[in-house]
């Protein structure tokens, strides 16, 4: 059974840079045939997917264009766990954020860090 | 970006009746590889991540009751409940997982009448 852990702050300032972890359990953040998501909540813009992580004999990543020049996802083996960093946050990134593991659907889902950008 | 068109907004069925809801993607979500929508539904209750309910369109994943079905039509995708019972009240979502971004519906409240 996946199990995805999220941590991470829950308040982050303007113009700063949101981090949130996803440690995954019953996986391998190097299986060839899983990627590895964030996906964010909120009123405003409902679910939207922001990108992915994946290896196919090597690293890729995939950013929604709307966050493309802010935003990285990276993979860590040694403790087999992936991680959103999006930079410069306004108070419209204020949002839940999901981790999810996709291997031909969404299937597995972190329980989601309510992260609040303000002062 | 494909658009996922979602209706109705919110839904109030009376137990025991009969819950529809529509989506409609902008273009195909069809996979050559297994000539099957890129379609699914899932279901979130407050407080709690979304849960799948229904992959490729059609396919009730393990554990789902069977009073969900889904079905297709081209670009049309529909979520049905046969019988509502108390614990379906819900947001429903649909998604294409066809091509990045990955995009979804606004939801569909649905309630007890």
């Known amino acids: 059974q996946v199990q995805l852990q999220q941590s991470g702050p829950g308040l982050v300032k303007p113009s700063q840079t949101l981090s949130v972890t996803c440690a995954i359990s019953?996986?391998?953040?190097?299986?060839?045939?899983?990627?590895w998501n964030w996906i964010r909540q909120s009123p405003s813009r409902g679910l939207e997917w922001l990108g992915r992580t994946y290896y196919r004999s090597q690293w890729s990543a995939d950013y929604a264009v709307s966050v493309k020049s802010r935003i990285t996802i990276t993979p860590d083996t040694s403790k087999n766990q992936f991680s959103l960093q999006l930079s410069s946050v306004t108070p419209e990134d204020t949002a839940i954020y999901y981790c999810?593991?996709?291997?031909?659907?969404?299937?597995?889902w972190g329980r989601g860090t309510l992260v609040t950008v303000s002062s | 970006d494909i658009v996922m068109t979602q209706s109705p907004d919110s839904l109030a069925v009376s137990l025991g009746e009969r819950a529809t809801i529509n989506c409609k993607s902008s273009q195909s979500v069809l996979y050559s590889g297994n000539n099957k929508n890129c379609l699914a539904w899932f279901q979130q209750r407050p407080g709690q991540p979304p849960k799948l309910l229904i992959n490729?369109?059609?396919t009730r994943e393990s554990g789902v009751p069977d009073r969900f079905s889904g079905s297709e039509s081209g670009t049309d995708f529909t979520l049905t409940i046969s019988s509502l019972q108390a614990e379906d009240v819900a947001v429903y979502y649909c998604q294409q997982f066809h091509s990045p971004p990955y995009t979804f519906g606004r939801g569909t409240k649905l309630e007890t009448k």
């Open positions: 490729w369109a059609s």
């Open positions: 999810v593991r996709q291997q031909a659907g969404f299937h597995y």
């Open positions: 019953g996986d391998s953040v190097s299986s060839n045939s899983a990627t």
